[in-house]
């Protein structure tokens, strides 16, 4: 510790003191104030009672009350030590406030945030709550602001002094509840995958040939992967308990027996093509700073029951896929009571993002629950016609709703917003406008209708832009004791919609799918719809009875990996933009073949790199006849068994084949027909089934180069692929194909999305950590996603990983991505990643002895 340091003395004093004269002991001074207090006593003002925070070697805190109220303020004090800067972060980016700490550069993000009023949304959230729950969150907010009024700048973490030469005095706003809900938000705006559907669906035919874009969307595979609640006859469902009453959320009063979908969905007049590319721009704008959206983007998890277990017990694990960042996105912390009863119900112990008390996946003394993303049709774009501060609906003309937002920035003046919305949602096509649209707030000219002047504008309809309790929900989970309490909880769950798997100590398995589900009265949310004839509105919700939920099924496992929820004759539309069933079905292939599973059984599933993707195209590739250049990497082809550890010669070199053939037979024509870059091949396992089915078309369109035509034809295709593949790698990794590895190309680097990307070049080598070559790759178990147009680099990864051991908790295991620290620091910043990237985990103290005997430092909170 006293090397980093000294190591970040110099950092510092180079970077914030050298005008002042370079006073190193000073910044040796700073950079340790910034390490928070871990051990001894400390007063803390709202505590009832006394509170005590034990820390293990990874600094993993396990928190102690006599009451919920101070468990939670400790909570809130122990984040603020720990990750404050990063909270601090991402409230802005929820609230649209970015520009307030880092200048002009945001205002285009704080733009989209607020057009999207996700705060406004977290603010009304916040009264519909409980007031058990809003009593949790004010005390969170009181244990972080407890720390703020005793720290500040430097105290709170070394980026305040730099963030200081952009915004000057900027210090801290005290902790509000508003600021825990609003990060929900921001989460499911990552997890919203059917927006890309609609664009791409919307832009894609109007760019190409006739009938070509149709090639670009296999259906989902319902004989090949099963969906994770299948169809089944009344005598083949297990009896599960007593069902929750459904949730209170607004539901039609009849909901139809099959969706109203028609065959085809009224086209959006070719006139809205300019809004429709405007919005889709906000994607790109949010990724800045949130990170890709992206079908490959999902997440693992499984529940395995008693009788494929060494135990006779269950075990579940969850491994969701997100951004990488440092720190990461996950905290992980022990809330227990000293004494269970009706003012302390807590003895829960997992995961919960940063900012956000309790836990969001995790276990307690009875059940365990884990989150993938489902993929659901929750939301809408509606192509408005729109005239002045009016819009068409349904025949009538309806007046806008109109407010204003004004955007501090740091180091310069005020920018004023005006937001539009219809009855359907904001027009988020205001936000970013094409330069050579008519300055009318926003409006797309188009030929005059009823007598006027109209225009186009899109407004997106989404689930999570409508208030909801669902952070009751979380409470409800964390003190959960059965199946009942499980589903009583998920049915207050209303955004982002998910799969959540359950088991519990007495041997049950089972799965839910929670959220707010719309009805529709026509469409299937793959493509914008009219709003202007009120045909494609919403009616309601889907009852949570309606939801698909299993419990106990014959196979004795329950496997979530973003395939499809039911199959194609469930009678409700649930979802539209299903993954693909690769991961799944191997992850039950291995459940399937494993015998009886233990913990490290289910950790070695998690660690499997098997490609689907190789599997089905390497035999084409081998039948091609390459230059003999190429020759011998394509011999690397010949026997391999199609994983992708991180020294695997044959996956660098597939891989590389398979970002040519993406760039070559697709990129490169998307561009020339001037389709945006959200359309472009994400190389995930959608497009390994675009590729497998164009594999029987060998003259189709796509196997015709654009750079150069005399590629033409499906072998000339895979030819050219593999042989500019051997070249790049050649020219990167060395003359002998034998020694090509997997993982120089295919790295890791985990930086701080804040000052790590934009600060000074010092600041940046202190904040970010170093390359690391990891295997796996895109819809392999072991996932890890990176862009084809870019390179081999990751780009979204498991951002933790768990297995809950439901005979014994003690044997349970976790790993976060990077460390429980956000103190660059600190020796827990990145400690846990070397372990991640093997494959490792840590050991998971969940009981008094067991934390007592992993404990390294001591905090006692005093009121």
């Known amino acids: 510790m006293l090397r980093i340091l000294k190591r970040t003395a110099i950092v510092l004093t180079a970077l914030v003191l050298l005008a002042a004269g370079s006073l190193a002991g000073y910044a040796y001074w700073t950079v340790g104030r910034s390490l928070p207090q871990l ?284 951004t990488p960042s440092l720190p990461g996105i996950w905290y992980q912390v022990g809330l227990h009571c000293t004494r269970i009863g009706p003012d302390c119900a807590y003895d829960v112990s997992g995961f919960t993002f940063a900012g956000m008390p309790g836990v969001v996946i995790g276990h307690n003394a009875d059940i365990a629950w884990g989150f993938t993303d489902l993929g659901a049709a929750d939301s809408d774009l509606f192509v408005e016609r729109v005239s002045g501060s009016e819009y068409e609906h349904e025949g009538s003309r309806l007046p806008l709703t109109v407010r204003q937002e004004r955007i501090e920035v740091a180091g310069g003046r005020p920018v004023d917003l005006t937001v539009r919305s219809t009855l359907h949602g904001p027009l988020i096509s205001d936000v970013l406008k094409s330069a050579d649209e008519v300055a009318d707030h926003g409006r797309v000219p188009d030929v005059p209708a009823h007598g006027e002047q109209d225009g186009y504008a899109v407004a997106m309809q989404w689930t999570a832009l409508d208030p909801a309790p669902t952070v009751d929900a979380l409470f409800a989970l964390d003190r959960a004791k059965d199946w009942n309490d499980f589903r009583a909880a998920a049915a207050v769950f209303a955004s982002p919609v998910q799969n959540m798997i359950y088991a519990d100590t007495a041997g049950n398995i089972g799965y839910q799918t929670p959220g707010r589900i719309p009805v529709r009265k026509a469409g299937d949310s793959r493509r914008p719809v009219p709003g202007w004839t009120g045909a494609y509105d919403w009616t309601g919700y889907l009852p949570f009875d309606r939801l698909p939920t299993s419990f106990n099924p014959p196979e004795g496992y329950i496997v979530t990996a973003n395939n499809a929820v039911v199959g194609p004759d469930y009678p409700y539309l649930i979802g539209s933009d299903w993954g693909t069933g690769h991961r799944s079905r191997r992850i039950a292939e291995l459940i399937e073949q494993g015998g009886k599973l233990d913990v490290a059984a289910m950790e070695r599933i998690t660690q499997d790199t098997w490609n689907g993707n190789a599997a089905g195209l390497v035999p084409s590739l081998l039948k091609v006849r390459v230059g003999a250049q190429a020759g011998p990497a394509q011999e690397l082809l010949r026997g391999w068994d199609f994983t992708q550890g991180a020294d695997s010669a044959p996956a660098a070199y597939f891989n590389a084949v398979w970002r040519e053939l993406l760039k070559e037979a697709f990129t490169d024509r998307l561009s020339r027909a001037g389709v945006k870059s959200y359309a472009y091949p994400d190389g995930g396992g959608h497009w390994f089934e675009v590729v497998r089915g164009l594999l029987d078309k060998p003259d189709s369109l796509w196997w015709t180069s654009t750079a150069d035509p005399s590629v033409q034809g499906r072998d000339a295709m895979l030819r050219h692929a593999m042989e500019r593949a051997a070249d790049e790698l050649r020219a990167r990794l060395g003359d002998d194909p034998k020694t090509w590895r997997w993982g120089a190309l295919h790295t890791l680097t985990l930086q701080n999305p804040t000052l790590g990307t934009a600060g000074p070049a010092p600041l940046q080598w202190l904040l970010n950590a170093d390359p690391i070559g990891v295997g796996g790759g895109t819809d392999t178990v072991l996932a890890n996603g990176w862009d084809p147009q870019k390179g081999f680099e990751v780009i979204w990864v498991p951002s933790m990983r768990m297995v809950v051991d439901l005979a014994d908790f003690e044997r349970s295991r976790w790993i976060n991505l990077t460390g429980a620290s956000g103190h660059a620091t600190a020796d827990t910043y990145t400690d846990q990643t070397a372990l991640w990237a093997k494959g490792a985990s840590l050991a998971w103290p969940y009981g008094t002895a067991a934390v007592d005997t992993a404990a390294r430092d001591r905090l006692r909170l005093t009121p």
Do not use: C
């Not at 559907?197 to 992967?225: I, K, T």
């Open 39 to 322: 051990s001894g006593s400390t007063t803390v003002p709202g505590l009832h009672g006394e509170a005590r925070i034990v820390r293990d070697a990874s600094g993993i805190p396990q928190i102690y009350a006599d009451t919920a109220h101070d468990l939670f303020l400790a909570e809130g004090y122990a984040q603020a030590q720990d990750r404050f800067w990063q909270m601090d972060v991402q409230r802005h980016v929820t609230a649209g406030r970015l520009a307030e700490m880092f200048g002009p550069g945001e205002v285009q993000t704080d733009k989209v945030a607020r057009t999207f009023g996700w705060y406004r949304v977290a603010e009304q959230e916040v009264t519909m709550l409980s007031p058990q729950t809003q009593e949790y969150l004010r005390a969170f907010s009181e244990g972080v602001n407890a720390y703020l009024r005793t720290h500040q700048g430097a105290e709170l973490s070394v980026e305040y002094p730099v963030l200081g030469f952009v915004a000057g005095d900027y210090r801290p706003a005290p902790w509000t509840p508003a600021d825990s809900v609003s990060w929900l938000k921001t989460m499911a705006w990552n997890l919203n995958t059917g927006m890309i559907d609609q664009f791409d669906h919307a832009m894609l035919p109007a760019d190409l040939p006739d009938g070509a874009s149709d090639e670009l969307f296999p259906a989902y595979d319902y004989q090949r992967w099963t969906p994770i609640v299948p169809d089944r006859t009344a005598q083949a469902q297990p009896a599960a308990p007593a069902q929750p009453v459904p949730s209170t959320t607004d539901v039609p009063a009849a909901v139809p027996a099959v969706p109203a979908v028609p065959a085809t969905v009224a086209a959006v007049p070719a006139a809205a093509s300019a809004a429709l590319a405007d919005s889709a721009g906000v994607r790109t704008v949010l990724a800045a700073v949130l990170g890709p959206q992206g079908t490959g983007i999902g997440s693992n998890s499984w529940v395995v029951a008693g009788s494929r277990t060494t135990t006779g017990k269950p075990l579940l694990e969850n491994d969701p896929h997100l």
